[in-house]
C-alpha cells in the first residue's frame, strides 16, 4: 500500500495517513493530511473525513462548507 512517504502524490495515501492521525487524536495534523490530500485529488472520502472531523471538534461551519464541496461534485 502507499504511503506518504513513498509516493507523496498520492490522494488515497494521505487520506490513509488522516485517518492515523486523526485515530491519534492529531486533530490538527490530520486535517492538514486531508487537505493534502483534498489539493492532489478531491475525492469524496478525503473531503467526508476531513468534514467528519471538523464537525466532532466544534469547527461545524467548517464541516458544512466541505460537505456542500462534496455534494457540488456530485
Known amino acids: 500500500a ?7 502524490t498520492s490522494a488515497f495515501a494521505w487520506t490513509q495517513h488522516g485517518i492515523m492521525l ?4 492529531q486533530t490538527e495534523a490530520a486535517v492538514r493530511a486531508y487537505d493534502r ?3 492532489i485529488r478531491p475525492m469524496a472520502a478525503a473531503i467526508s ?9 466544534g469547527r461545524g461551519a467548517d464541516a458544512e462548507a466541505a460537505l456542500r464541496s462534496v455534494i457540488a461534485q456530485r
Do not use: F
Request: proline share 4%.
Open 2 to 8: 502507499a504511503n506518504v512517504e513513498t509516493d507523496p
Open 22 to 25: 486523526q485515530r491519534a487524536g
Open 37 to 39: 490530500a483534498i489539493a
Open 49 to 57: 473525513a476531513r468534514a467528519e472531523l471538523l464537525a466532532a471538534s
